[in-house]
T-cell receptor, first 115, second 112 residues
Framework: NAGVTQTPKFRILKIGQSMTLQCTQD?????MYWYRQDPGMGLKLIYY???????DKGEVPNGYNVSRSTTEDFPLRLELAAPSQTSVYFC??????????????FGEGSWLTVV | AQSVTQPDIHITVSEGASLELRCNYS??????LFWYVQSPGQGLQLLLK??????LVQGIKGFEAEFKRSQSSFNLRKPSVHWSDAAEYFC??????????FGSGTKLNVKP
């Protein structure tokens, strides 16, 4: 029952450092998403992918990069961390097939602080 | 562009009282609507969804929501709130399902 797994759960970065948030799902879902959640702002879509090898920008992509080399994995890269990227990051996925294909499943979140 | 508005940031209700959380959306075509719940330190869990058909949809944990096209609303209701319902609730709308847009959330407090 792994579902969507994100690592790390907590991380503190210094300004200018880089890091990768890992996301993997074991449900063979085609669609994967990265959201950030800021207090009082709801969830904002950073990037999404409709399948291996295909990614596209969401609402707030600046400062991030993604790749989707496999169906299972969808890592989010921060190249030059900035304080504005302090947030909670959620990875999510959905199958896109069948009656429940449009239900999104979320990971438990990654808390990132940039100081 | 799609957008979702949840006008209430915080709501406090007494245990056993009824609950209604408001959600208004902006979307040109037939929307696909969702309610999610988030407990502290956790990810989001789907409560219910509306794609088509009956405008009153039932979800888990005794929640229901009603789609009203004329009001562009998808309000979440529960007849009797339990202390365990204290959480943050998010309304979401999807276009062709590639992109999901979330409201800013409503935090529910439950008084004993």
């Amino acid at each position: 029952n792994a579902g969507v797994t994100q690592t790390p759960k907590f991380r503190i970065l210094k300004i200018g450092q880089s890091m990768t948030l890992q996301c993997t799902q074991d449900m063979n879902h085609n669609y994967m998403y990265w959201y950030r959640q800021d207090p009082g702002m709801g969830l904002k879509l950073i990037y999404y992918s409709v399948g291996a090898g295909i990614t596209d920008k969401g609402e707030v992509p600046n400062g991030y990069n993604v790749s989707r080399s496999t169906t299972e994995d969808f890592p989010l890269r921060l190249e030059l961390a900035a304080p504005s990227q302090t947030s909670v990051y959620f990875c999510a996925s959905r199958t896109g097939r069948g009656a429940s294909g449009n239900t999104i499943y979320f990971g438990e979140g990654s808390w990132l602080t940039v100081v | 562009a799609q957008s979702v508005t949840q006008p209430d940031i915080h709501i406090t209700v007494s245990e056993g009282a009824s609950l209604e959380l408001r959600c208004n959306y902006s979307y040109g075509a037939t929307p696909y609507l969702f309610w999610y719940v988030q407990s502290p330190g956790q990810g989001l869990q789907l409560l219910l969804k509306y794609f088509s058909g009956d405008t009153l949809v039932q979800g888990i944990k005794g929640f229901e929501a009603e789609f009203k096209r004329s009001q562009s609303s998808f309000n979440l209701r529960k007849p009797s709130v339990h202390w365990s319902d204290a959480a943050e609730y998010f309304c979401a709308v999807a276009n062709n399902f590639n992109k999901f847009y979330f409201g800013s959330g409503t935090k529910l407090n439950v008084k004993p």
